[in-house]
T-cell receptor, first 112, second 114 residues
């Protein structure tokens, strides 16, 4: 599996936008970019995923670089509930589903 | 609520024992995954089942085994337990087809081996 690189931790103020970066320079043409997060004492939670185009959903936006070697997860207004570890993961398209390879992720701290 | 259920929530047992963890996937999901989360190893993929058949294997020990039943629920069996097996065990499920599908995780089973 292609690897991703994320900062260990980031800090944000409540109600401000947060940009979480992810580098994936060895991404292949068929790899999807997934983001999951894990809140304290909970299981991982799906956030968003994309292949080439930017994506938006109710939780976040995903901005993918034109060369696909990096991406950014954007939380438009951070809340205290967004404090979690955020994981950027690459997966191949596979019609029976595909395992997730978690790295260390980015621990996001949100200050009131 | 992800729609994935896991039982039990907590399990405390002694070294050398055997336990079974149970997972019910979201309605309609054919793929089930098991992950282990320990303090020193982070989140690690163990095994995947798709519609009753083993589909992918990760860092799963030989003392561990899993199966998926016709009703699509899955069980993870851990035997000859060691102190190092103490961890959180998560089950996840996903849809299937062309493209890439998100996984939905259960709340986990916390296993403590004493």
């Amino acid at each position: 599996d292609a690897k991703t690189t994320q900062p260990n931790s980031m800090e944000s103020n409540e109600e401000e936008p947060v940009h979480l970066p992810c580098n994936h320079s060895t991404i292949s043409g068929t790899d999807y970019i997934h983001w999951y997060r894990q809140l304290p004492s909970q299981g991982p939670e799906y956030v968003i995923h994309g292949l080439t185009s930017n994506v938006n959903n109710r939780m976040a936006s995903l901005a993918i670089a034109e060369d696909r070697k990096s991406s950014t997860l954007i939380l438009h207004r951070a809340t205290l509930r967004d404090a979690a570890v955020y994981y950027c993961i690459l997966t191949e398209s596979y019609n029976a589903g595909n395992m997730l390879t978690f790295g260390g992720g980015t621990r996001l701290m949100v200050k009131p | 609520d992800s729609g994935v259920t896991q039982t039990p929530k907590h399990l405390i047992t002694a070294t050398g024992q055997r336990v079974t963890l149970r997972c019910s996937p979201r309605s309609g999901d054919l793929s089930v995954y098991w992950y282990q989360q320990s303090l020193d190893q982070g989140l690690q993929f163990l095994i995947q089942y798709y519609n009753g058949e083993e589909r992918a294997k990760g860092n799963i020990l030989e003392r561990f085994s899993a199966q998926q039943f016709p009703d699509l629920h899955s069980e993870l069996n851990l035997s000859s337990l060691e102190l190092g097996d103490s961890a959180l065990y998560f089950c996840a499920s996903s849809g299937t087809g062309t493209g890439s599908y998100e996984q939905y995780f259960g709340p986990g089973t916390r296993l403590t081996v004493t």
